[in-house]
């Protein structure tokens, strides 16, 4: 089945899934996978910090990384995921054009997810993060493969 | 500006004009001592217009605690301003709602952008706490009107246009350069041929370029940054992707900081979803 994961929103899937998400600007895309226990978990967070807006935090964890992420990580262990079999991947994070620090909301994205990555021992197998382009993400949770879109460009990530 | 025997100069002459209920109620706005049987009688003319309107009245956006049940009530609870700005939406919806070829926008996305766009000027106004013109909101939702007459043009040059992105040129910079004209300008003329304000006019032609707009106007500032924002945060980002230049003169003029984004950016989705919900109920 087809799960649509919207801008703020985290899905899981199990064999047979396909999780998209279309779009990440500056915002984060994490796609984590088990290839053993067959289940992934794809995080579309908009931004890095959620002391910025506690309550909308409480409401809706996954619309920052610093939430979001643990999140993922602890809905995927209930599914019966293993840390240390997990494969982790990240997209987006990109910025406008120009040094303009205010609008780095993408790279504060990415430096948070690092951070926490760090902390907990997670490297990340792949990234395409950065630049100006916008992305979109097919995760099939059945082979664990994660295709990325952007303009009329495909990948394999 | 643009020959009207160019074919996109063509396209703007073709371009559907606004109805006439929501010119008639604009050009009401300035005068003073409007009467609300003037706007009722004005909305009578179009049964679809006052039901939509009331629709939108009532849209946990506003956050009215009664039931708006009549254009009375909305012009007393809203101001006659707030009820222009939704007729203008309610008859603007179905224009922008479409597919938009060039950039790549599915139908709805141009229009859901717009949306965005507009309550997160609003919501930096609020934040920044500015003396803006209750105009930004329309500034706000009809500022890329000029992607639906470009956007056909964008797609016949497509490759033109991503050799001059690989020059590290903006979007709008390499519309201009290939096409004559980008949908910033484009807009503009649309909508000074409909006879909207010239600050909402100014304010549509410089959004991705304030610093050459010849007078400085906080509803503009503010458009580009909530602009800017919507499509780092995804809403109506498309085949051009970031690349825009977001104005450090402006960053500085607004004293806008990364909080004073990243909290408008937490609650536009909210704030956006609740008005799109009440025009496409």
Redesign the interface.
């Given at each position: 089945m087809n799960h649509i994961v919207n801008v703020g929103d985290l899905k899981l899937g199990g064999n047979g899934d396909l999780l998209v998400t279309h779009a990440l600007g500056s915002c984060l895309g994490l796609m984590v996978y088990d290839p053993v226990a067959k289940v992934g978990a794809l995080l579309h967070a908009m931004l890095p910090l959620s002391s910025i807006n506690p309550q909308k935090a409480q409401a809706n964890p996954a619309m920052f990384v610093d939430t979001g992420v643990p999140l993922l990580f602890h809905s995927l262990y209930e599914r019966g995921a293993v840390k240390g079999r997990l494969v982790s991947k990240a997209a987006g994070c990109g910025n406008p054009m120009g040094k303009n620090e205010t609008f780095k909301i993408g790279e504060r994205n990415y430096t948070v997810l690092k951070k926490l990555l760090w902390k907990n021992n997670v490297l990340l197998e792949a990234e395409d993060v950065g630049g100006t382009n916008s992305r979109t993400i097919h995760f099939n949770v059945t082979s664990g493969e994660v295709t990325l879109s952007t303009g009329g460009d495909k990948r394999l990530l | 500006m643009m020959l009207k025997e160019h074919p996109i100069g063509a396209q703007v002459e073709k371009f559907p004009s606004m109805p006439g209920a929501a010119v008639k109620l604009l050009a009401l706005v300035d005068e003073p001592g409007v009467s609300v049987p003037q706007i009722e009688s004005i909305l009578r003319q179009d049964p679809g217009l006052t039901a939509n309107l009331l629709r939108l009245a009532n849209s946990a956006y506003f956050g009215i605690p009664s039931k708006v049940g009549s254009v009375r009530q909305a012009v007393i609870l809203l101001g006659l301003k707030r009820v222009v700005q939704m007729v203008i939406a309610t008859c603007t919806s179905a224009i922008m709602d479409r597919t938009v070829p060039g950039y790549?926008l599915p139908a709805g996305e141009l229009w859901r952008h717009s949306l965005a766009v507009s309550v997160a000027a609003e919501g930096l106004v609020r934040e920044l706490k500015l003396d803006a013109a209750a105009e930004i909101f329309t500034a706000a939702l009809l500022h890329d009107i000029g992607k639906i007459v470009l956007g056909q043009f964008v797609q016949d040059d497509y490759a033109k246009i991503a050799l001059a992105l690989e020059q590290?040129l903006?979007f709008e910079t390499a519309e201009s350069i290939v096409l004559g004209i980008n949908h910033a300008e484009i807009g503009a003329q649309v909508l000074s041929k409909w006879s909207l304000p010239e600050g909402i006019v100014h304010a549509v032609r410089w959004h991705h370029e304030p610093e050459k707009a010849e007078r400085t106007d906080p509803m503009l500032d503010v458009v580009h940054v909530a602009n800017?924002l919507c499509?780092?945060?995804?809403?109506g980002?498309?085949?051009d992707?970031?690349?825009?230049?977001?104005?450090?003169v402006v960053?500085k003029r607004l004293g806008?900081?990364?909080?004073h984004?990243?909290?408008v950016?937490?609650?536009t989705?909210q704030w956006a979803s609740e008005l799109s919900q009440a025009l496409a109920a």
């Open positions: - | 790549d590290g903006a800017m499509l780092m945060i995804g809403i980002v498309g085949r992707g970031l690349n825009y230049l977001p104005s450090p960053t806008l900081t990364t909080s984004l990243e909290k950016a937490s609650q989705l």
